[in-house]
């Protein structure tokens, strides 16, 4: 409950300063330098990954670690959908 809870005021506050043309600033506000970082690699990850390139090709490209290449193709493969409807792909389910 508390894990939804954290979510929703995540969205709202994203949302909120999307509509206000905001988000950079919040986001600057928001994260560290290295959180924005980590979660950036997550996304360019998501993005190769979904462009068909093979792990290895990502992790060479982006200097990422096999590990979280993975469990990123997991999140693809077995999560919510929103990577694809994001960056182009189809839900495979």
Do not use: C, P, W
């Amino acid at each position: 409950m508390v894990k939804d809870q954290n979510k929703q005021i995540l969205v709202d506050s994203l949302k909120e300063a999307s509509q206000k043309h905001s988000l950079g600033a919040f986001l600057d506000d928001l994260l560290t330098e290295q959180e924005m970082a980590d979660l950036a690699q997550r996304v360019k990850i998501a993005k190769g990954i979904i462009k068909d390139k093979t792990y290895l090709e990502v992790s060479k490209k982006l200097d990422a670690s096999t590990t979280t290449i993975t469990k990123i193709g997991q999140v693809i493969k077995y999560g919510r959908g929103a990577f694809q409807k994001l960056f182009g792909r189809k839900e495979e389910r």
